[in-house]
């Protein structure tokens, strides 16, 4: 084999190969704008007077006929998980969860989320709302961190 048949065939292998990644990427990026996450249960409520304590669970769905997963391998974590209410952040569960796996048209629960809700955040809401419709009326908003880039998980 010739010096340049060589060349040419690693040239075709690396672009062949930059395209299969490039393909895989686009796959996984339309797949990951379609996850969603939800509120979908909390329990062991605690009240102080500086703040309420509580544990979540959140659900990921895909509703794609594609499996979505990550094994991090510290390059990509499920890094927060966020309450919010009328637009504002009222609490932030940092979860550093570097393996999710998401079949395709299924969820997965991520279970007793340890939450943290200074009063300072619900004041305005605690007089008309219970913790419950406080919660029903949040919204769950994630965030998977990859090289250190924060890409948002949308609420269902």
Same mark, same amino acid.
């Given at each position: 084999?010739?010096?340049?048949?060589?060349?040419? @065939? =690693?040239? =075709?292998?690396?672009?062949? #190969?930059?395209?299969?990644?490039?393909?895989?990427?686009?796959?996984?990026?339309?797949?990951? *704008?379609? #996850?969603?996450?939800?509120? &979908?249960?909390?329990?062991?409520?605690?009240? @102080?007077?500086?703040?309420? *304590?509580?544990?979540?669970?959140?659900?990921? @769905?895909? !509703?794609?006929?594609?499996?979505? *997963?990550?094994?991090? +391998?510290?390059?990509?974590?499920?890094?927060?998980?966020?309450?919010?209410?009328?637009? &504002?952040?009222?609490?932030?569960? +940092?979860?550093? %969860?570097?393996?999710?796996? %998401? !079949?395709?048209?299924?969820? %997965?629960? %991520?279970?007793?989320? !340890?939450?943290?809700? !200074?009063?300072?955040?619900?004041?305005?809401?605690?007089?008309?709302?219970?913790?419950?419709?406080?919660?029903?009326?949040?919204?769950?908003?994630?965030?998977?961190?990859?090289?250190?880039? &924060?890409? =948002?998980?949308?609420?269902?």
């Amino acid at each position: 084999m010739t010096t340049k048949k060589v060349i040419g @065939s =690693l040239t =075709l292998i690396l672009l062949l #190969i930059a395209a299969y990644g490039f393909y895989r990427a686009q796959k996984l990026s339309n797949t990951f *704008s379609q #996850i969603r996450a939800s509120f &979908k249960w909390a329990d062991n409520f605690k009240f @102080s007077f500086t703040k309420v *304590s509580f544990s979540m669970d959140v659900k990921l @769905s895909n !509703p794609t006929e594609d499996d979505f *997963s990550f094994d991090g +391998n510290n390059l990509a974590t499920l890094s927060e998980i966020s309450i919010v209410l009328d637009g &504002k952040k009222i609490a932030t569960v +940092n979860t550093n %969860i570097t393996v999710v796996e %998401i !079949p395709e048209l299924n969820s %997965i629960v %991520i279970e007793n989320l !340890p939450v943290e809700i !200074p009063l300072e955040n619900l004041a305005e809401y605690l007089s008309v709302m219970t913790m419950g419709q406080i919660l029903e009326k949040s919204k769950i908003v994630c965030y998977v961190s990859i090289l250190g880039t &924060k890409i =948002l998980i949308k609420n269902e």
